[in-house]
């Protein structure tokens, strides 16, 4: 036996795209004619022209805004590190809400093929690195379940590929931000983000420590640091789970990033201070790692709310540093790595 509850979600809306795939496959078209118009209406009244006229083209106006408000969450995502762990369709909201999350989780070391679900574990379909993709595969299906009121798949088909172009755009934009640069330079960032993007990776690398940290580094000079090439500043050290794995030949391509960071943070002109301030607007001090729920929970089966609610608390300002919360803001300790709701969790947890 174990303590159940009664959960209540509280949304705008629960439309999701599911909905208009009902309709679409049952051959109801009328139905589904009528639900959008209701969607219109009473999620998008902003689209609505003076005349309140419902049109072909008003569908498509709504599937573009639709497109741009999904992959805009996905950025967002991407951004801090937020697994939704089971993207089907009917889980993914009209009004790009994160809505429907079961199995979530947040990213502990970086690793783009890693998922929360149990049940996705073989395939990891809906594993961090592959949820832009999945969010533009259930556009497309979305696109098909309307496709009957637009009697043509090009219009369809051309906002498709606008979501992709802007996602790429919100995500360069989100990943200059996340180091403090007001511009994303294609030639020259790419490679920039790239790398690092690898060094997280290739060494267990907690990803909300170590950009929270990266904002208060010193940076080294472009030009010199040949005495400094195997040295890791002392705020990143916190940030590995495996520091056994820090070899010396990582300790000089961190540092060569390093440098190349710090030229590019120079060219921008932005100063330490301001970068810092940037960076700390968009990369948070504090999310819900598995293993803080799972504690939560644990206190909670017991009679003990306390740390559910300084949790809740503490989540309410997740960008603000709050001495008192430091211990939370810590890597996932190694007993957890592997235990049961701090780890993976089924679709039924």
Request: hydrophobic share 40%.
């Amino acid at each position: 036996m174990e303590p159940g509850a009664v959960v209540c979600r509280v949304a705008p809306s629960f439309t999701r795209f599911g909905h208009f795939q009902i309709f679409t496959a049952r051959g109801e078209i009328d139905l589904l004619r009528r639900f959008l118009d209701y969607t219109l209406k009473t999620d998008f009244p902003e689209l609505l022209p003076p005349s309140g006229k419902l049109s072909r083209d008003l569908y498509l106006e709504w599937f573009d805004t639709v497109c741009r408000r999904t992959m805009e969450m996905i950025v967002h995502w991407m951004r801090v590190g937020f697994v939704h762990g089971v993207m089907n369709t009917d889980n993914m909201s009209v009004l790009g809400l994160t809505i429907d999350y079961g199995p979530y989780g947040w990213l502990e070391g970086y690793d783009p093929h890693w998922t929360p679900n149990t049940t996705d574990a073989t395939g990891r379909r809906y594993r961090f690195g592959h949820q832009p993709r999945i969010a533009l595969w259930n556009l497309a299906q979305l696109a098909g379940a309307i496709a009957p009121l637009i009697d043509a798949s090009d219009p369809l088909e051309k906002r498709l590929g606008e979501a992709v172009d802007h996602y790429q755009r919100r995500w360069e934009a989100m990943m200059a931000a996340k180091l403090g640069l007001a511009t994303f330079r294609p030639v020259s960032d790419m490679p920039l983000v790239t790398e690092m993007l690898n060094l997280l990776a290739v060494v267990e690398t907690d990803m909300t420590i170590f950009f929270r940290r990266l904002a208060r580094v010193a940076l080294p000079s472009p030009e010199t640091g040949g005495a400094q090439t195997n040295a890791i500043p002392d705020l990143l050290l916190d940030a590995y789970y495996q520091p056994d794995q820090v070899t010396g030949a990582y300790r000089k391509r961190l540092h060569d990033w390093l440098r190349a960071y710090a030229r590019r943070v120079q060219e921008e002109g932005v100063d330490e201070e301001a970068r810092r301030r940037g960076m700390h607007r968009v990369n948070p001090k504090y999310v819900l790692r598995n293993y803080l729920a799972q504690e939560a929970i644990d206190l909670a089966e017991a009679g003990d709310f306390s740390r559910v609610d300084t949790l809740l608390e503490l989540l309410r300002h997740p960008y603000h540093s709050q001495p008192e919360m430091e211990r939370f803001a810590a890597r996932r300790p190694e007993w957890a790595r592997h235990r049961p709701g701090c780890s993976m969790l089924s679709c039924s947890s």
